[in-house]
T-cell receptor, first 113, second 113 residues
Framework: NAGVTQTPKFQVLKTGQSMTLQCAQD?????MSWYRQDPGMGLRLIHY???????DQGEVPNGYNVSRSTTEDFPLRLLSAAPSQTSVYFC????????????FGEGSRLTVL | GENVEQHPSTLSVQEGDSAVIKCTYSDSASNYFPWYKQELGKRPQLIIDIRSNVGEKKDQRIAVTLNKTAKHFSLHITETQPEDSAVYFCAAPNGNTGNQFYFGTGTSLTVIP
């Protein structure tokens, strides 16, 4: 099993550019989520999904879009990148509501100039 | 939403000593409390968790205690080893649905050989 796979691992963008961070899991998990990690601020939830076709906002959703057309994939779109979006992004999944463990991807380091 | 506070932000211990990290949460309906370990440059990984129907859980050198009345939970690492050096995060879900995990800001643990 590959688990949770994120691409790309590193990306540099210019202010105003758009991009998509890809996330895929092969564990048939219903729940998927995106976090950003900034120094001294822990992990903050951006968006999450409890199943195909269902998404919702987390703590810090502004500037990001998500969709969930299949159980396996949960891409995160930056619509118009800003320097404040420089961060490390983690995708995470878990089987369902009663199974608490989050399985994280390896992370994507994004720099916005 | 849930508010999770974690202390201390940094902790240095001598090899063989114990380390304790504490977290408080605000949502009295939260019922699941995990701890994640993140080594430098790696993804967070679950090391231990506890549900609200128990007060303590142990797994070899690590243990978690929960005080629901006071709304705090703690991670205890005994007989620390250099490989325990990492950043540790506590988390708690929003009580109503458990769909959003709120993380503490992390504790950087250094074990000095």
């Amino acid at each position: 099993n590959a688990g949770v796979t994120q691409t790309p691992k590193f990306q540099v963008l210019k202010t105003g550019q758009s991009m998509t961070l890809q996330c895929a899991q092969d564990m048939n998990h219903e729940y998927m989520s995106w976090y950003r990690q900034d120094p001294g601020m822990g992990l903050r939830l951006i968006h999450y999904s409890v199943g195909a076709g269902i998404t919702d906002q987390g703590e810090v959703p502004n500037g990001y879009n998500v969709s969930r057309s299949t159980t396996e994939d949960f891409p995160l779109r930056l619509l118009s990148a800003a320097p404040s979006q420089t961060s490390v992004y983690f995708c995470a999944s878990r089987r369902d509501f009663n199974t608490g463990e989050l399985f994280f991807g390896e992370g994507s380091r994004l720099t916005v100039l | 939403g849930e508010n999770v506070e974690q202390h201390p932000s940094t902790l240095s211990v001598q090899e063989g000593d114990s380390a304790v990290i504490k977290c408080t949460y605000s949502d009295s309906a939260s019922n699941y409390f995990p701890w994640y370990k993140q080594e430098l440059g790696k993804r967070p990984q679950l090391i231990i968790d506890i549900r609200s129907n128990v007060g303590e859980k142990k797994d070899q050198r690590i243990a978690v205690t929960l005080n629901k009345t006071a709304k705090h939970f703690s991670l205890h690492i005994t007989e620390t080893q250099p490989e325990d050096s990492a950043v540790y995060f506590c988390a708690a879900p929003n009580g109503n649905t458990g769909n959003q995990f709120y993380f503490g800001t992390g504790t950087s643990l250094t074990v000095i050989p």
